[in-house]
Structure formats: structure tokens, C-alpha cells
């Protein structure tokens, strides 16, 4: 399965953006989604996943009440739309898809195994 993410931009703190990933390929199957990002000079982080049903979400805690994922299965696309952003939010975004048809969701990146390009997010204070 291929991902495409877009949606990234440079927005002023307190801003919102919504990202969006698209999977094109082997769809038919059923994939947890997750979305992951990588500051400047830091290791890359779990921010949100979503099973594929969409009935079980998980946030990182300095997200949670801000952030919100979402799945529309007929798109084939996830997305995360970020409210009130701040500066530290600043990264390359990544959505990454689990193939599994189970609600117990993974913030290891290590357990997603199909990875799109990235977008930068960009917040400035």
C-alpha cells in the first residue's frame, strides 16, 4: 500500500491545519493508521492512531484535547485535524498504516510497516 500525506503549512501558534493521508494500492485490507513526527535534531514521536474501524483512538499526551484523527474508509484516507497549535508542534508529519484488523492500537513505529513522504508543519510563535 502506498500513503500520501498532505496538508502541512506554516500556521501562526493558535492556528489549525488539517493533515490528510490517502492510501492507494492494496485498500481491500484492513489497516490501523497512525500518524508520527520528526522535529529538527530529534527522534521521531507518535502523535495519534486510529483503528480502521475508527472505533478506538490514541494520543500522545501533549496532543490529547487538541488534536483529533478521523478515518473515512470509502476515501481511503485518515486524517488529523490540530487546533490551538503551538510552536513545539513544528515537524515533518508522518501517517503510517498497521495492516490489522484489531481495535489495540501501537504508538511504536516499529509496528507499522507502510510509511508516506511526510509533511512539514510549520508554527510560528
Known amino acids: 500500500v502506498q500513503l500520501q500525506a498532505s496538508g502541512g503549512g506554516l500556521v501562526q501558534a493558535g492556528g489549525s491545519l488539517r493533515l490528510s493521508c490517502t492510501a492507494s494500492?492494496?485498500?481491500?485490507?484492513?489497516?490501523?493508521m497512525g500518524w508520527f513526527r520528526q522535529a529538527p535534531g530529534k527522534e521521531r514521536e507518535f502523535v495519534s492512531a486510529?483503528?480502521?474501524?475508527?472505533?478506538?483512538?490514541y494520543y500522545r499526551d501533549s496532543v490529547k484535547g487538541r488534536f483529533t484523527i478521523s478515518n473515512d474508509n470509502a476515501k481511503n484516507t485518515v486524517y488529523l485535524q490540530m487546533e490551538d497549535l503551538l510552536p513545539e508542534d513544528t515537524a515533518i508529519y508522518y501517517c503510517?498504516?498497521?495492516?490489522?484488523?484489531?481495535?489495540?492500537?501501537?504508538?511504536?513505529?516499529?509496528?507499522?510497516?507502510?510509511w508516506g513522504q511526510g509533511t512539514l508543519v510549520t508554527v510560528s510563535s
Open positions: 503510517a498504516a498497521r495492516l490489522s484488523g484489531a481495535e489495540y492500537l501501537y504508538a511504536a513505529s516499529k509496528y507499522y510497516r507502510y
Open positions: 494500492g492494496r485498500t481491500g485490507s484492513r489497516y490501523n
Open positions: 486510529i483503528s480502521a474501524s475508527g472505533g478506538s483512538t
